[in-house]
């Protein structure tokens, strides 16, 4: 029987029951074995709660991943066209669905989801909607995170850093006395410098304090600085409002026109210097500086670089209006933290909520050129808008007579402010994260607001932000709590220990994997992986790990049919030798099963039965012995039971 036209009884809207979230994938591409560990696990622990009785919904969905699917598409050398693009999009939404089907996943398939259908997007529109009114989301002016490739700001979670040799720039006046050196990484950031810092360990400091110098046709101060760490106290460094976090200003103060333009090159407010490419337009100001006297040095220096995760271009500060969600505010809300059966994660995810508790440190420190909690952003609390061209529309309209702001679902009669009628949309749209965070809630379909998912699995890259941050949300919109439980798996690396992702291409396909191996060797192999490697943070994986467990299988279910029932068994047994299998045996393997897979520990629950099952002659007692054992095992392999766990298929 195929168990996706399961026949079980549909439940009823508020009917008491668990809702499962499947954590729905971006719609970029193929499946790979991450999602199989996740799905499979999560897929087990599904067909063990509805197996003794629980109702479980567990819709399938997947995710428009916004700039992700946009640059994804993009790698196809297909361009940006929008209508080509949306069925591209669909065409690898239903190639998703088809291969987490692929893997047997017990879903309840006719409430399939995704984050772009009408109701999702009703839903995470009308969630901004309130939170706006409650307080929770504002709009502010700050300095972002711009990616010139996504075109698009982005969140801090979504800037990575890497170290790689930079060229650092060494300018000096050969008649200034004293003598002085200024360092900068890019020459372009100069022309925003409001002052020179000079480190008070400076050898001439309080005789550079105060004095001025001409730079690229503007007189600026020399100040010198507190006692901050300078990377070389012998250079000045430039103060940037436009450029480095620690300088900017909140909203409302003067930071000038923004340095860079969208594009990654020195924006329009500098055209005299502006060339085809940001290299380009570095070598016009150095000629510029060497025509004004200085005499420029470069060196190379390991220099941290913030690179997109989604595209990996480097990304560049940008002054904006965004907006935020007030973290200070959400955690006021939050009631409980998820159920974690796992000290290590739980600690991992409240040092996470502690992280976020702590105010922002900003550091001033251009060789980083980072704040404490990551990029150029100089605000702290999460953003919830993307100027990505696909996702959910900004539910933000602007009165094309006074300019006031409304922030509605839908375009109201007349403007609050001045009684006008006409409105422009906001051609922005909502973060993936604020969706993402949400999909759980705009999915579930209980109105009681206890959790908005009670039970999901993920691999630890992203539980403590993507779960804190569900958590947070999900409580300001009135949840008690994000999560009921949350599962954590280890992050797959391949054989020398590098994450397994889609970008490094060392990711192993799961389509491919099930075509060639079938899927009860996938589920053998991630039991077998998250048994051996419980509450470590990295399991290694080998692909050939697939053909002896291939083998296995084989053997495994020709072994189990074997298995035979003799009512006389003890007359030629002790009914307590470990080979004879009664009900009573089985009873009590039950309630060791029901304790590990509480505790989320699958892997030592399969193998817990596999100890019973590797011996080769072992016999049941009764029929009822073998029809419980076959029960207990279904949730691992229900292709050896059949659909109902009853073995009526064997």
Known sequence: MNPHSSTRPRAKADEAGTFVLLP???????????????????????????????????????????????????????????????????????????????MGVDADWGDEYNSMDDRRVEFIRGAFVKLSNDGFIYPSTEMVNWCPCCDSSLPDI?????????????????????????????????????????????????????????????????????????ADP?????????????????????????????????????????????????????????EDGWSVEKEAVDHHTPHCAVCNAEVHPM??????FDIAKGLERTRRNPEFHSKLWKKGFE????????????????????????GYS???????????????????????????????????DQCRACG??????????????????????????????????????????????????????????GYEAGFGGLMVHGLLVDQSGEKMTKSKGNVVGLAGLVDRYGVDTLRTVVYDCVY????????????????PAHSYIAELKARLLEHEIDEHADEHADESADNVITDSAVQYLRTEIDALMEGYKIGHAYKKLLSVIDQRKIVFKTHSAKIGFLKLLYPFHPSFCGESGSGENQ
Not at 25 to 50: C, E, I, M, Q
Not at 181 to 188: H, R, S
Not at 533 to 543: A, C, G, T, V
């Open 24 to 102: 729905p994938p971006n719609v970029t591409g193929d499946l790979h074995l991450g999602h199989g560990f996740s799905f499979t696990l999560l897929d087990t622990y599904v067909r063990f709660l509805r197996k003794r009785g629980e109702t479980v919904r567990f819709h399938p969905g997947t995710e428009h991943a916004g700039s992700r699917a946009e640059i994804a598409y993009a790698r196809l050398g297909a361009g940006r066209d929008k209508p080509d693009f949306l069925t591209w999009q669909d065409k690898t939404r239903q190639s998703i669905i088809g291969q987490i089907k692929l």
């Open 319 to 324: 002054i904006s209006e965004q907006w935020y």
């Open 378 to 412: 100089s605000n702290r609390d999460f953003l919830v808008s993307s100027q990505s061209g696909w996702g959910q529309p900004l539910p933000v309209l602007r009165c094309l007579e006074c300019g006031t702001v409304s922030v509605a679902a839908h375009e109201p």
């Open 420 to 477: 006008a009628r006409r409105f422009e949309a906001s051609g922005e749209v909502i973060s993936i994260f604020f969706s993402c965070c949400l999909m759980g809630a705009s999915t579930n379909p209980s109105s009681l607001r206890r959790n908005a998912v009670d039970f999901t699995i993920c691999g630890h890259d992203i539980y403590h932000y993507w779960g804190s941050l569900k958590n947070i949300l999900a409580c300001a919109l």
């Open 351 to 374: 040092l996470w909520m502690e992280k976020l508790r702590r105010p922002l440190e900003n550091a001033f420190h251009e060789s980083m050129n980072t704040s404490h909690y990551g």
């Open 532 to 547: 051996n490697n419980h509450d470590r943070p990295f399991i290694k994986f080998d692909p050939a790990d697939f053909s």
């Open 234 to 290: 012998s250079v000045l460094i430039a103060i940037n409002p436009q450029v480095n976090p620690a300088d900017f200003r909140a909203a409302g103060s003067s930071a000038g026109a923004n340095l860079y333009d969208r594009d990654g090159n020195i924006g329009a407010a500098h055209r005299d210097f502006r060339a085809d490419n940001l290299a380009a337009s570095r070598n016009a100001l150095e000629a510029r500086l060497v």
């Open 158 to 230: 979504d800037v990575k850093f890497s170290c790689k040799a930079g060229t650092r720039y060494l300018l000096s006046l050969s008649d200034s006395k004293p003598g002085f050196t200024i360092a900068t990484f890019g020459l372009e950031r100069l022309l925003g410098a409001t002052a020179l810092a000079v480190s008070p360990r400076h050898r001439f400091a309080d005789e550079l304090d105060g004095t001025r110098v001409r730079l690229l046709g503007r007189e600026i101060a020399v100040t010198k600085a507190g006692p901050g760490d300078f």
